[in-house]
Antibody
Framework: QVQLVQSGTEVEKPGASVKVSCRAS????????IHWVRQAPGQGLEWMGL????????YYAQKFLGRVTLTRDTSINTAYMELNNLRSDDTAVYYC??????????WGQGTLVTVSS | QAGLTQPPSVSRDLRQTATLTCSGN????????AAWLQQHQGHPPKLLSY???NRPSGISERFSASRSGNTASLTITGLQPEDEADYYC???????????FGGGTQLTVL
């Protein structure tokens, strides 16, 4: 069955970088776009960007331009999200989600990233 | 980036019907339709419907979606305790080249 399995909890200091992985199983990564969405504590969903694993092409939300990089390694069916220059308000659960028919049909379990000095 | 507009909270009685709304514009909901997601506390979102009223396999027929102009709606009939959750709408915005989400509606089943 289709699964997206994300890497574990991260604790980082302000100014550092974090890289979260999202391993796809049950299907070939290159078949579908992967979106990254975050959710701050008690808040709603916030879209960060998407990657087309087939071409490597990306779209980023304006808010994160220059600070986020989406990549993939098709040989291991894995997508990555790297966020730089972390601030305390980047503390959130980060999700990867597969897009099919214009919607997010499968989601990873989420990765908690805590930014604290 | 501009998002979609949802009422923050809705409350309905057990076994009644709830209709949740999501307002966008001609670049997102009006053009592409909306998807609806359900999220229980501490869990990732779950897709309930896409392209206005297509349900993924395993989603109850009690959930139905529709669209009128730039506003999408999700109707949940025969409310059950397990329907108490946060509901989000989402759509691709062709002007922003971005996925936009609503702020979410917290549904309480009384």
């Amino acid at each position: 069955q289709v699964q997206l399995v994300q890497s574990g909890t991260e604790v980082e200091k302000p100014g550092a970088s974090v890289k979260v992985s999202c391993r796809a199983s049950g299907y070939t990564l290159t078949g579908y776009h992967i979106h990254w969405v975050r959710q701050a504590p008690g808040q709603g969903l916030e879209w960060m960007g998407l990657i087309s694993p087939n071409s490597g092409g990306t779209y980023y939300a304006q808010k994160f331009l220059g600070r986020v990089t989406l990549t993939r390694d098709t040989s291991i069916n894995t997508a990555y999200m790297e966020l730089n220059n972390l601030r305390s308000d980047d503390t959130a659960v980060y999700y990867c989600a597969r897009e099919a028919s214009g919607a997010s049909d499968y989601w990873g379990q989420g990765t908690l990233v805590t930014v604290s000095s | 980036q501009a998002g979609l507009t949802q009422p923050p909270s809705v409350s309905r009685d057990l076994r009644q019907t709830a209709t949740l709304t999501c307002s966008g514009n001609s670049n997102n909901v009006g053009k592409q339709g909306a998807a609806w997601l359900q999220q229980h506390q501490g869990h990732p979102p779950k897709l309930l419907s896409y392209r206005n009223n297509n349900r993924p396999s395993g989603i109850s027929e009690r959930f139905s979606a529709s669209r009128s102009g730039n506003t999408a709606s999700l109707t949940i009939t025969g409310l059950q305790p397990e329907d108490e959750a946060d509901y989000y709408c989402s759509a691709w915005d062709t002007s922003l080249n971005a996925w936009v989400f609503g702020g979410g509606t917290q549904l309480t089943v009384l």
